[in-house]
């Protein structure tokens, strides 16, 4: 929608120019990007349902009778030319792989192999701690990375190095479901790592290292890592391998 307007405005901007118009046009321009808006909101939600909903995918006609509901009068061809001009907008990239992606898929699994801990109770707690990893990147990361290297002062080669580690969103996704299996049963969380280890293959070392990153960030002082007796893996460096092996 902000492409949309900016294009918008900018050929309003150059015929206001060749024709000298006054804010009688501005007016005008302001109306129609009100009135496209919500098109364009409803076109995103049944492209996003087409991508996650698969065969229960919102249907024009209900897209039609919810605006009709909103007091707007659209026909099914302005809706598929909505879907369109969001897709170009987008350059037809909308199916990005994102960590929730992964999380979902490995809570999946893990349900499958008998998890202690129920999926749903996982998967919110999961949502909330991927919203503290975007929020608090940069100080999570820099922690994992002075961490794998043991050192307070990583070099700018080191830093690097971990960018690998930064755009491993499998990586990151093990840490948060090991982060929230934490959180919500402790005595469970060897079983989760054990099961997410063997079905992403991740050192055991490196899923520690992350959850406790995070759980660090996110209760601080508080966590419950440090409430009990810590579980030998959190004092492992696998990550400084990880970081290394990325030359």
């Not at 990007?33 to 364009?40: G, P, V, W």
């Not at 009068?73 to 350059?91: A, H, M, P, R």
């Not at 707690?125 to 050192?151: G, Q």
């Not at 190095?161 to 093990?174: S, T, W």
Request: net charge neutral; charged share 15%.
């Amino acid at each position: 929608m902000v492409k949309q307007a900016e294009s918008i405005c900018r050929q309003a901007t150059l015929q206001s120019r060749e024709n000298k118009a006054g804010p009688q046009n501005w007016r005008a321009l302001r109306e129609q990007l009100l009135n496209k808006f919500i098109l364009r909101l409803v076109s995103c939600v049944q492209l996003a349902s087409k991508l996650s909903f698969h065969y229960n995918i919102i249907s024009n006609i209900t897209i039609l009778n919810f605006l009709q509901a909103l007091g707007y009068q659209y026909t099914k061809e302005e809706l598929v030319e909505s879907e369109l001009d969001v897709l170009k907008s987008l350059n037809f990239q909308i199916n990005l792989t994102t960590p929730l992606a992964y999380v979902e898929v490995l809570l999946e699994v893990l349900g499958y192999n008998g998890c202690l801990v129920p999926a749903t109770q996982l998967h919110a707690t999961c949502l909330t701690l991927l919203d503290l990893v975007y929020l608090l990147h940069d100080p999570i990361y820099e922690s994992l990375l002075r961490a794998s290297i043991e050192s307070s002062t990583p070099s700018q080669l080191q830093g690097e190095k971990f960018i690998a580690v930064k755009e491993d969103f499998m990586l990151l996704a093990v840490g948060v479901i090991a982060a929230s299996a934490f959180i919500q049963n402790p005595a469970c969380w060897s079983q989760v790592t054990g099961h997410l280890q063997s079905i992403t293959g991740i050192a055991l070392e490196s899923i520690a290292e992350f959850s406790y990153a995070i759980l660090t960030h996110s209760v601080g002082a508080n966590t419950p890592a440090r409430q009990q007796s810590v579980p030998p893996h959190l004092a492992a460096r696998a990550l400084r391998a990880a970081a290394s092996s990325n030359t």
